[in-house]
């Protein structure tokens, strides 16, 4: 997968070592190793069946937990770094705090109370071991952007930036969002070097996802509509505006390869395909005849796209064509379109919700068809 994360949501607070849980699971050594402990349990490998659920194996006690010191409200998913799990909570006195923890041992290996308002923080991200890490402010929250070191928890600098969701990092610089509807660009190293700015964004959609890269082209997604720029200077590409589909619900999150931007519209049971160069739409496919049925935000996967939905079906879509590779799958009788789809080494990992009840899935993708 393009962007290989450790997303998967711990729900009762047990954590587990990635190294274990990489063995365990079979994960690449990038691969997701964060496992919810309500799940009954993992398989070493994924059988080969169209669908597995996982808690149908048994799984032994947590390798260790930690009780977070502060009451805490919210918990970002979180990231991992050189043998240690960061994670970062906003606190019921109003603050933020940041955590980092020896993955083998549970040992804080340090923590920082950071002066976050009231409102939420972003996903940080980790890059040259640089933690960046932002508050997703309200209009009258303070704003604040801080740039932290992985391996000793110092903070190389603190800005004011309102940024609204997670930078992504190219070519030496940070590209972020921000809630008054401008994209920026600024020196890693020196947040005050403003490489570009640009007023793209609509104050009144807030984007909740990343900025994508491909080549020299930087893709953002907001509420109504997906915007491309040039990665060197900021300049206008194309946008694409999806009221037209959608009737103003919000897309999914994006998914991008083979030349090509993905996403759902939740609502109407479609998956598109915009040309990454031109915006041009290349082709869009029905996958669920029912208008009532929610899709989930779409992964591209070795020339594949896949895409879960509402009744619990799973999708593959030819990327080049746009057409449904054989039938889809019945995974399971939940949701599987809230959760994000995980793909590794030809395995894709599903979360699916049904009557209150939290099921996990691997499907062996090499069965899907040619």
Same mark, same amino acid.
């Given at each position: 997968m393009d962007n290989k994360k450790d997303e998967l949501n711990e729900a009762l607070g047990a954590f587990i070592s990635r190294r274990k849980m990489n063995q365990m699971m079979g994960f690449g050594a990038a691969g997701a190793a964060f496992l919810p402990s309500l799940l009954k349990g993992v398989h070493a490998q994924p059988p080969k069946l169209r669908a597995s659920p996982l808690s149908d194996f048994t799984l032994g006690p947590p390798i260790w937990n930690y009780t977070l010191p502060d009451s805490l409200v919210f918990a970002a998913d979180p990231v991992f770094y050189n043998g240690t799990i960061i994670i970062c909570t906003q606190?019921?006195?109003?603050?933020?705090?940041?955590?980092?923890?020896?993955?083998?041992?549970?040992?804080?290996?340090?923590?920082?109370?950071?002066?976050?308002?009231?409102?939420?923080?972003?996903?940080?991200?980790?890059?040259?071991?640089?933690?960046?890490?932002?508050?997703?402010?309200?209009p009258a929250d303070d704003l604040i952007t801080y740039a932290i070191n992985a391996d000793?928890?110092?903070?190389?600098?603190?800005?004011?930036?309102?940024?609204?969701?997670p930078p992504t990092s190219a070519n030496g610089n940070l590209i972020f969002p921000t809630r008054d509807g401008y994209l920026y660009a600024i020196n890693a190293q020196n947040p005050?070097?403003?490489?570009?700015?640009?007023?793209?964004?609509?104050?009144?959609?807030?984007?909740?996802?990343?900025?994508?890269?491909?080549?020299s082209v930087v893709i953002i997604r907001q509420n109504h509509g997906i915007v491309a720029v040039n990665l060197q200077d900021g300049l206008y590409i194309w946008s694409y505006d999806t009221l037209d589909i959608n009737n103003a619900v919000p897309i999914t999150n994006l998914s991008i390869g083979n030349g090509n931007v993905y996403f759902t519209s939740p609502n109407n049971g479609y998956l598109y395909?915009?040309?990454?160069?031109?915006?041009?739409?290349?082709?869009?496919?029905?996958?669920?005849?029912?208008?009532?049925?929610? %899709?989930? #935000?779409?992964?591209?996967?070795?020339? !594949?796209? *896949?895409?879960? $939905?509402?009744?619990?079906?799973?999708?593959?879509?030819?990327?080049?064509?746009?057409?449904?590779?054989?039938?889809?799958?019945?995974?399971?009788?939940?949701?599987?379109?809230?959760?994000?789809?995980?793909?590794?080494?030809?395995?894709?990992? %599903?979360? #699916?919700?049904?009557?209150?009840?939290? !099921?996990? *899935?691997?499907? $062996?993708?090499?069965?899907?068809?040619?």
């Open positions: 606190n019921t006195n109003g603050t933020g705090s940041i955590y980092s923890l020896d993955t083998q041992t549970r040992v804080e290996r340090w923590a920082h109370r950071l002066d976050f308002p009231t409102s939420f923080f972003i996903q940080p991200i980790i890059t040259n071991g640089v933690i960046y890490v932002g508050n997703a402010p309200s000793d928890g110092s903070i190389i600098w603190k800005r004011n930036y309102s940024i609204i969701a005050d070097q403003v490489v570009w700015k640009k007023f793209y964004l609509s104050t009144t959609a807030v984007s909740t996802t990343s900025p994508l890269v491909s080549g395909a915009l040309d990454i160069a031109t915006g041009q739409q290349k082709w869009k496919c029905q996958c669920n005849l029912n208008n009532n049925i929610n %899709l989930s #935000a779409p992964v591209f996967y070795n020339g !594949k796209v *896949y895409v879960g $939905d509402s009744a619990g079906n799973f999708y593959t879509v030819q990327a080049d064509t746009g057409k449904l590779v054989g039938q889809p799958i019945v995974v399971s009788e939940g949701d599987l379109s809230p959760y994000a789809i995980f793909i590794e080494d030809g395995i894709a990992y %599903l979360t #699916a919700i049904a009557s209150q009840k939290a !099921k996990f *899935y691997a499907v $062996d993708l090499s069965s899907q068809g040619p």
